[in-house]
């Protein structure tokens, strides 16, 4: 069976889902983990995110991947809502995420 993982990073929390098709049927959830965030408590007045609210990033997004019971994990396909989408310094929150999390 086959499938794939969706990870929502969001202003609150940051959520992981696992959905796999079986043969015939609709995608069925298969494991699901939030971790919650506050990146709203971290903006500066530029409304970039500080090194506090990059790090709850990467402790979250490492946090809901390594929760996955199965060995070899799904692709994930990760989203940022606009509080990291409209940051200013967003390229190198993505970077930073993406090279420590491999995600």
């Not at 500080?50 to 060995?71: I, Y």
């Amino acid at each position: 069976m086959r499938q794939a993982g969706v990870l929502d990073v969001g202003c609150h929390s940051a959520l992981l889902t696992v959905v796999q098709r079986r043969p015939g049927a609709v995608l069925e959830p298969v494991f699901s983990r939030k971790v919650r965030l506050r990146l709203h408590e971290t903006l500066d007045h530029k409304g970039r995110l500080d090194q506090a609210g990059v790090h709850s990033v990467e402790r979250a997004v490492a946090e809901a991947v390594a929760a996955n019971p199965r060995q070899s994990g799904p692709e994930v396909f990760a989203f940022a809502t606009s509080v990291i989408r409209d940051a200013p310094n967003r390229d190198a929150i993505i970077a930073r995420v993406a090279r420590t999390t491999g995600t």
